[in-house]
T-cell receptor
Framework: AQSVTQPDIHITVSEGASLELRCNYS??????LFWYVQSPGQGLQLLLK??????LVQGIKGFEAEFKRSQSSFNLRKPSVHWSDAAEYFC????????????FGAGTILRVKS | DVKVTQSSRYLVKRTGEKVFLECVQD?????MFWYRQDPGLGLRLIYF???????EKGDIPEGYSVSREKKERFSLILESASTNQTSMYLC???????????FGDGTRLSIL
């Protein structure tokens, strides 16, 4: 069965430092990959997506992610974190073979120290 | 921008009540989804619908049902609410196929 693992439940970084959030997936098919962000009390907002082509994708708010098929990973990065980036981040995976559904990771809570 | 609207942000109900959660999207999306979100568990799919009057069970459908009589509206029904259904409920919609899902702001439901 397909699954998504976000190994870090919490991450704390200093404002201005770089950030990398990890995501590993287990899929038997060609994955469609997504990163979402959720601010407290809000729904999820799409940061970026990967369907095919260039394995480094740019998203909103200065985020980027890199698809590495050999490692089954789709890690999210940002060069310099701002206090407003504090939120929960979710990785999600889908595949045509599994219909229109996405499978979400358990999430990583990002705290930003000033 | 896609707008997904959930009828209530906060809801308090009693055990045994029949509870309706409503979701409306304004972008003519084929797919609509209901998730529940619990700390440490991420989002778990309850039901989804890929067309009017069509529905499929997700990973945790027990105790829930859904209705999609119109393309823009997808309702989640708790037939007889129980305390273990206290949770955050999120509705989402997307175009057909594997596409980004657009989320509402969620309904925090408490069952007392």
């Amino acid at each position: 069965a397909q699954s998504v693992t976000q190994p870090d439940i919490h991450i704390t970084v200093s404002e201005g430092a770089s950030l990398e959030l990890r995501c590993n997936y287990s899929y038997g098919a060609t994955p469609y990959l997504f990163w979402y962000v959720q601010s407290p009390g809000q729904g999820l907002q799409l940061l970026l997506k990967y369907f095919s082509g260039d394995t480094l994708v740019q998203g909103i708010k200065g985020f980027e992610a890199e698809f590495k098929r050999s490692q089954s990973s789709f890690n999210l990065r940002k060069p310099s974190v701002h206090w407003s980036d504090a939120a929960e981040y979710f990785c999600a995976v889908g595949a045509l073979e599994y219909g229109n559904k996405l499978v979400f990771g358990a999430g990583t809570i990002l705290r930003v120290k000033s | 921008d896609v707008k997904v609207t959930q009828s209530s942000r906060y809801l308090v109900k009693r055990t045994g009540e029949k509870v309706f959660l409503e979701c409306v999207q304004d972008m003519d999306h084929e797919n609509m989804f209901w998730y529940r979100q619990d700390p440490g568990l991420g989002l778990r799919l309850i039901y989804f619908s890929y067309d009017v009057k069509m529905k499929e069970k997700g990973d945790i459908p027990e105790g829930y049902s859904v209705s999609r009589e119109k393309k823009e509206r997808f309702s989640l029904i708790l037939e007889s609410a129980s305390t273990n259904q206290t949770s955050m409920y999120l509705c989402a919609s997307s175009l057909g196929g594997v596409q980004p899902q657009h989320f509402g702001d969620g309904t925090r439901l408490s069952i007392l």
